[in-house]
């Protein structure tokens, strides 16, 4: 069996947008047919970047150690699907230059909904407490998020099904080919 072609698929979008939800789908997707990992922006906080704040500086910084950990992965044949925030367009490019440097694919997919939308929806209660002004440094309310630009995916998380999101994703996977015959489907 030939060894897969490792590869670091980027989901970037604000808070509750569907980047984890979009991430589990590809992962039970993928999992059958070749080695994947899920970096959870949420896991990450937790267990790698723990003590970090949400100040511009760490922020960055965390991105960065979810970036070192996909190109760890990766190099080994691992598809890497990162699901994190990463606010900054250039820490997001940081990620992809380091990649790039490695000779790893990156793949960058913006899972996007209007603000009213992710308000309304607000699936942890963070909105509610953002506008509040319960919580500082919240992206997209009294933080900056800066959209990419020219990602390789768009998934409209409030038009679009996960379904679709999904077979968007894979489609861009199977056309840099990055994915075998069989994860295509």
Same mark, same amino acid.
């Given at each position: ?11 970037? +979008? ?13 992962? !039970? ?13 949420? !896991?990450?906080?937790?267990?790698? &970047?723990?003590?970090?704040?949400? &100040? ?12 070192? @950990? ?8 691992? +598809? ?7 606010? /900054?367009? &250039? ?10 440097? $490695?000779? #790893? ?11 009213? @939308?992710? #308000? ?6 963070? /909105?509610?407490?953002?506008? $509040? ?11 900056? /998020? !800066? ?9 409209? &998380? ?28």
């Amino acid at each position: 069996m030939a060894h897969p072609v490792g590869f670091i698929l980027w989901l970037t +979008g604000l808070s509750g947008a569907g980047k984890s939800t979009l991430s589990r789908a590809l992962r !039970e997707h993928l999992a059958p047919s070749r080695p994947v990992e899920v970096l959870d922006g949420d !896991e990450v906080r937790t267990w790698l &970047s723990r003590g970090l704040g949400f &100040s511009r500086e760490d922020r960055e910084e965390n991105v960065r150690r979810i970036g070192h @950990v996909a190109r760890l992965l990766a190099k080994h044949g691992v +598809g890497v699907i990162a699901a994190a925030i990463s606010p /900054y367009a &250039s820490a997001r490019e940081e990620v992809r230059r380091l990649a790039a440097e $490695a000779g #790893i694919p990156f793949v960058e997919v913006f899972v996007q909904a209007p603000l009213e @939308v992710l #308000i309304a929806r607000d699936v942890k209660g963070l /909105y509610k407490k953002a506008l $509040a002004g319960e919580l500082t440094h919240f992206t997209g309310v009294s933080d900056p /998020y !800066e959209a990419p630009e020219t990602p390789a995916v768009t998934v409209r &998380s409030d038009v679009d099904s996960v379904e679709a999101g999904l077979r968007r994703v894979l489609e861009t996977l199977r056309q840099r080919g990055l994915l075998g015959p069989s994860a295509a489907a």
